[in-house]
């Protein structure tokens, strides 16, 4: 064999030795990073390397429900702080966010300002014939349980002394799905959130709910047990309960001018 040819295969021979010691140690090293990755998580995860793992979890729907006292169009009328009466209009009224919105004639809608406005009339188009179809508000300030602003309550009875108002609300009831023992709800929803006032002769609003209780408390001593009598005649459980309870207080209260 020629001496060149010699050198060539001692020098392959070399390299190859090299090689195969080199092998190991890389995969030595390798093995070592990933044992290292490894402890990391379980040191971050708190021992369990699978809680370390993020998931994305999809079944979110979004949110159910309307912020809008109607879920549609309603023609309304306004009367303004300058006491112009504007007869009409659609509006919506979002009771979530207490706003209202108006649509103009080029069919685009806005916010009207409600600093502006001092009541309006809302006609439901969905009413059946017979039902009552409009929604008169008023603004108050200083609704028990409420910050101090103002809002817009509902007339429901004020043919007397007392007058019956109801504030139509939407409260935001979250998802509850991603724990072990939630209600696999995967949405948020919006629900109605009532609440009732008595407005007396001389101003003052009183928080009522359609229960005999609450409402006696609300009432003057003078009218609490002959108004006790009356209801124990008839159940007050709704608002149509409330309503007519609100006509027998002013009876009373008509029948002591």
């Not at 300002?113 to 188009?125: G, Q, S, V």
């Not at 007397?160 to 023992?181: D, M």
């Not at 919006?190 to 408390?217: E, F, R």
Request: hydrophobic share 40%.
């Amino acid at each position: 064999m020629k001496k060149s040819n010699v050198f060539f295969v001692r020098c392959t021979l070399a390299a190859l030795a090299a090689l195969a010691l080199a092998l190991p140690a890389a995969a030595q090293q390798a093995t070592g990073s990933a044992l290292g990755d490894q402890e990391n998580l379980r040191l971050l995860s708190g021992g369990d390397v699978n809680a370390a793992i993020i998931t994305v979890d999809k079944r979110y729907e979004g949110v159910r429900g309307t912020p809008f006292l109607l879920p549609v169009w309603a023609s309304g009328n306004l009367l303004l702080a300058s006491q112009k009466q504007v007869a009409g209009v659609p509006l919506k009224y979002d009771v979530y966010n207490q706003q209202l919105m108006a649509k103009r004639p080029a069919g685009d809608s806005l916010w009207v300002e409600l600093r502006n406005i001092r009541e309006f009339t809302l006609t439901d188009p969905r009413a059946l014939p017979g039902q009552a179809n409009q929604r008169h508000f008023r603004r108050f300030s200083g609704a028990p349980g409420l910050p101090p602003r103002t809002d817009f309550l509902e007339v429901l009875h004020d043919s007397g002394p007392y007058q019956l108002l109801k504030r139509p609300g939407k409260q935001l009831v979250k998802a509850n799905y991603q724990q072990a023992y939630s209600a696999d709800k995967p949405y948020d929803e919006l629900v109605d959130n009532t609440d009732y006032y008595l407005l007396s002769p001389q101003g003052t609003l009183s928080p009522v709910k359609p229960a005999a209780k609450a409402l006696l408390s609300a009432v003057p001593g003078e009218f609490q047990e002959p108004l006790r009598a009356k209801l124990k005649k008839a159940p007050l459980r709704t608002e149509s309960d409330l309503f007519n309870a609100v006509s027998e207080l002013n009876l009373l209260a008509s029948a002591k001018k």
